[in-house]
């Protein structure tokens, strides 16, 4: 049974499956290498990179994370600011630090390899990696695959970095025995997620890793809306969340005016977490970071503009939405480059939808509702970044996934729970969706956008 902290981590943009799992698998190989005292003999490391991860890699530093991540560094622990400077050093001195104890010669541009036109037998997105002598005797090889979402699994199908396996008290596999055991014991989502999760840490501790989080997800919109100027990659993106903010706040009297002046605050708030994710901010993976400005936006809108709202709300928010990602999670997929971008987005628009719901009164039966729409209107969504880079169409869809997140609670909570599709049903018609698509359309920058853009 995944935990909502499993869900949710704190990490660096721009990708949780092409950044902070690489970062995580590297960081993987070399303990193993000093687990089998090895790292003292280790002269050269190479890897190499498949699938999508070969395809859009170099966009969404992919390359910058495995070095990052071979120094030691994990994404919920390293400064995001030293990352910059630290892989410039590495490409203009030709040394790395394994662990940051043993350095060795390393040359980014013949040591990482990006193989777009070969992908490992388990998942679009794999990685090899080797470590050699000075004799160029082979030490150690690993493959790894970034599996979305942060999660990383080795060669034997075991995810590598999950809380421990422990029996909870209420098990769910699907949406339908989500709700019947929710019903059953007169609970609600929220409440019993919180007692499964209580299995992992104390109750406390529980309410205050959920508040760290909410509190970077604000941090993060805070330094989003302080921002100017373009974004790296070499399109020139302009960052757009710190005018729109200056605009919004230098005129609170169009509020009065115009009705729906509060979904310009809910753009804003995607806006500026996705443009901080695009930089190589620090953000919360929710349930990825391509999709990382959906939940904040609308607990953003929660706390900001609905009433009554308070500290409870945004904790029954999180754990909410933490499981309704687990439905998708384990039944289908939140990786682009598996099911494409309704994996990515889709799915944080059905966890907002659902956590929204949740926290404005609705009933379990509305809750699923509400998590349904938000899928069912994202069913079929490509994953087409322009250049590889995660921006174009990404960024502004955040924004889109926000504001149809609000909506889908909306109509759910005007409705009685009674509706036509279940959200098991949807989830499923995801995962077949995705297995449809076309592999150009799944983050491999082949088609949709990501081929029509450069050739306007």
Not at 94 to 122: G, R
Not at 189 to 209: D, F, G, S, T
């Given at each position: ?11 660096v943009g721009p990708s949780s499956s092409h950044t902070v799992g690489p970062m995580i698998a590297a960081v993987r190989f070399v303990n193993r290498l000093e687990e089998a ?20 890699g170099f966009g969404h530093a992919s390359d910058k994370a495995v070095m990052v991540g071979l120094h030691g560094y994990l994404p919920d622990e390293v400064d995001c600011d ?253 990786s682009g480059a598996e099911v494409g971008c309704q994996g990515e987005v889709g799915v944080a628009c059905s966890m907002a939808a659902g956590a929204l719901a949740a926290v ?97």
């Open positions: 049974m995944l935990s909502v902290f499993d869900i949710f981590k704190i990490g005292n090895l790292i003292p003999d280790v002269a050269r490391i190479t890897i190499e990179l498949f699938g999508s991860l070969g395809a859009t030293i990352i910059p400077a630290l892989v410039d050093k590495i490409a203009s001195q030709h040394k790395i630090s394994l662990l940051n104890k043993q350095e060795i010669a390393f040359n980014p541009d013949k040591d990482i390899i990006f193989n777009w036109q070969e992908t490992l037998p388990q998942h679009p997105n794999g990685m090899r990696f080797k470590a050699f002598d000075a004799d160029n005797t082979l030490l150690m090889k690993k493959e790894y695959y970034s599996i979305g979402g942060g999660f990383v699994m080795n060669c034997d199908g075991l995810k590598v970095n999950l809380s421990p396996d422990v029996v909870v008290p209420y098990p769910f596999k699907t949406g339908d025995e989500l709700m019947e055991k929710a019903t059953k014991n007169n609970l609600s989502i929220a409440q019993l997620m919180m007692e499964n999760e209580k299995v992992y840490l104390p109750e406390q501790q529980v309410r205050e890793k959920l508040l760290d989080i909410w509190s970077v997800m604000q941090a993060c919109v805070k330094r989003g809306c302080s921002q100017e100027g373009v974004l790296p990659g070499g399109f020139k993106v302009k960052r757009r969340a710190h005018s729109l903010y200056e605009t919004l706040k230098s005129r609170p009297e169009e509020s009065l005016r115009d009705p729906l002046a509060m979904l310009d605050w809910v753009n804003l708030y995607a806006l500026a977490v996705n443009e901080e994710n695009a930089s190589g901010g620090r953000v919360v993976t929710a349930p990825t970071n391509g999709a990382a400005g959906i939940i904040p936006a609308v607990m953003h809108y929660y706390d900001r503009f609905l009433s009554p709202n308070n500290q409870q709300g945004i904790i029954d928010f999180l754990l909410t939405a933490g499981a309704i990602a687990i439905l998708y999670k384990e039944n289908a997929s939140i404005q009164g609705g009933t379990v039966q509305q809750v699923e509702n509400a998590a349904e729409i938000g899928m069912e209107h994202n069913l079929g969504m490509t994953c087409d970044p322009v250049g590889g880079l995660v921006q174009v169409p990404c960024i502004e869809r955040n924004a889109m996934g926000a504001v149809k997140a609000i909506n889908a609670a909306r109509l759910a909570l005007r409705g009685d729970g009674q509706h036509l599709v279940s959200l098991d049903k949807v989830i499923l018609t995801m995962k077949q969706t995705g297995a449809d698509m076309k592999s150009t359309y799944k983050e491999t920058s082949q088609a949709g956008l990501a081929v029509n853009i450069p050739a306007c």
